[in-house]
């Protein structure tokens, strides 16, 4: 996740490059220092620059893993995100609940939220690219290699077209991460690990091949030594996985280096990868080390961060240290883990349209639901429960709500980026797409007007105008599969 902390940063960093390149030095804690001070502006100051500047602060909190903290400013920053515009507000909004969704280990969240970025044909091209990595680390997470792969692809070319060559830089470092991480997870001491089959669904590159071309990338880096120590501890998880284990002391090394620099929310992470790396050469005594601090003394699965894959290293060091049935209740919970993520999470794995950014816009969704007050989430789902029904309004939901219409007007532009109108319209609208789509991909005949009704639209012309509104394109030509983003 630090390629993906270094896209976000180059991003919002361009007003303020000396914040941008002290978080790239690795010096978190300074550059929150200087941030939280620049965030003190008077009235008047550019309301772009303080919205950039607020979500540099969330991704520091994150990176330092003070994640409460991050939550706790990313809906206080959703005020300043307004000032720009109600557009803004979704895509900042989507990206702020993304990272914190990836950084608790919920990756199919995390998807959800960076989908409805990438998925937005007017958002700008910088915040898709940053959605795209985001998603492709949490598609990683999910197994889901090739997926994770053609998505930094689109990624790079939407660098290329626009012009973005150091987000295109870093594009093609994420690229030669995630690489490294198929290739040292398809060692065949780690083919035993529940989500395995989908670290197989290409041949990764040679394991040497790898190891050049993240050296030479490390070299094109040294201005950042956040992203060269990163592409140091690849090069050390290929070393080990496709050689020999003299890599343990450079793990240690990279993973002090982390530590000093109080990086928690990062720190975690690259401990479990040096653990799986090292259990796949057997060793046991430096896994367990890797994993010590997640325990404090002894590493533990149950509720942690990275549960799954803790449950699956506890299981390889039971085995190596002869307790067999201590061995086989630690890898029954990692596959009851790995199950409960995949039925939880791949559905979204599998939404995430790796080749275009579609017109579309995001389903209502859990991301969505918790932008909004706890008083007002009640409120939104009763919307997407009560879509067929003709009747359904602004008034219904405001009385729902228990607030006055201008109330809900107010919270929903704030914390949704559109009014409840346009909210009901938008999620009809999805529901009416998706059953066309799905006629269309079975050559089933179906009347449009007749999916309109079923989502409480019973008027050619109101529907007609708002669907093309949103895709630029008639009910007809979806059904007949003529979309261009189908």
Request: with cysteine.
């Amino acid at each position: 996740m630090q390629i993906s902390l270094a896209v976000s940063m180059i991003r919002c960093g361009l007003h303020e490059p000396d914040i941008a390149k002290l978080v790239l030095s690795g010096r978190v804690e300074e550059a929150l220092r200087v941030a939280t001070t620049h965030s003190d502006r008077p009235a008047g100051a550019d309301a772009t620059q303080l919205s950039l500047l607020a979500q540099m602060i969330g991704r520091m909190l994150l990176a330092l893993g003070r994640e409460q903290e991050a939550q706790e400013h990313f809906h206080a920053s959703l005020r300043l995100h307004g000032h720009v515009s109600r557009e803004w507000v979704r895509w900042s909004s989507n990206l702020d609940q993304g990272w914190t969704f990836l950084s608790m280990d919920r990756p199919g969240r995390a998807i959800e939220c960076f989908r409805a970025v990438v998925e937005d044909s007017d958002s700008p091209v910088d915040m898709a690219v940053e959605s795209m990595h985001g998603a492709a680390d949490a598609l990683m997470a999910l197994g889901e290699c090739q997926r994770a792969l053609n998505l930094v692809d689109s990624s790079v070319e939407q660098c290329t077209a626009a012009g973005l060559q150091e987000m295109k830089a870093l594009a093609e470092c994420h690229r030669l991460e995630l690489l490294a991480l198929q290739t040292a997870r398809c060692a065949a001491e780690l083919s035993d690990h529940a989500l395995s089959p989908g670290f197989h669904d290409s041949m990764p590159r040679a394991p040497a091949d790898l190891r050049r071309a993240l050296a030479e990338h490390e070299r094109a880096m040294q201005d950042k030594p956040l992203l060269v120590q990163r592409l140091q501890h690849l090069q050390m998880t290929l070393i080990c996985v496709s050689e020999q284990a003299g890599a343990v002391e450079n793990f240690g090394e990279c993973l002090a280096w982390l530590t000093e620099r109080r990086l928690a929310g990062l720190e975690m992470n690259a401990r479990v990868q040096t653990a799986i790396a090292l259990l796949a050469r057997g060793r046991g005594h430096a896994a367990r080390s890797s994993l010590a601090i997640l325990g404090r003394q002894e590493p533990r699965g149950g509720n942690c961060k990275y549960s799954m894959d803790v449950q699956y290293c506890l299981s390889k060091l039971y085995l190596l240290q002869g307790q067999v049935s201590d061995a086989m209740r630690a890898y029954k919970q990692h596959v009851e883990e790995a199950v409960f993520i995949i039925k939880r999470d791949l559905a979204q794995a599998h939404r995430m349209d790796a080749h275009a950014r579609a017109c579309s816009t995001p389903t209502g969704g859990d991301a969505a639901r918790l932008r909004l007050p706890l008083k007002y989430r009640g409120t939104y789902q009763f919307v997407l429960d009560h879509l067929a029904d003709p009747d359904l309004s602004v008034r219904t939901m405001a009385t729902k709500a228990g607030v006055t219409e201008r109330s809900l007007q107010t919270v929903f532009r704030a914390h949704v980026g559109m009014t409840p109108a346009e909210f009901i319209r938008r999620r009809r609208m999805e529901r009416i797409r998706e059953e066309l789509e799905t006629a269309a991909s079975h050559g089933a005949r179906v009347n449009v007007q007749e999916v309109a009704a079923r989502w409480g639209v019973s008027n050619r012309s109101t529907l007609a105008y708002n669907y093309r509104q949103v895709y630029t394109e008639s009910p007809t030509q979806t059904l007949q599969g003529l979309s261009k983003h189908t």
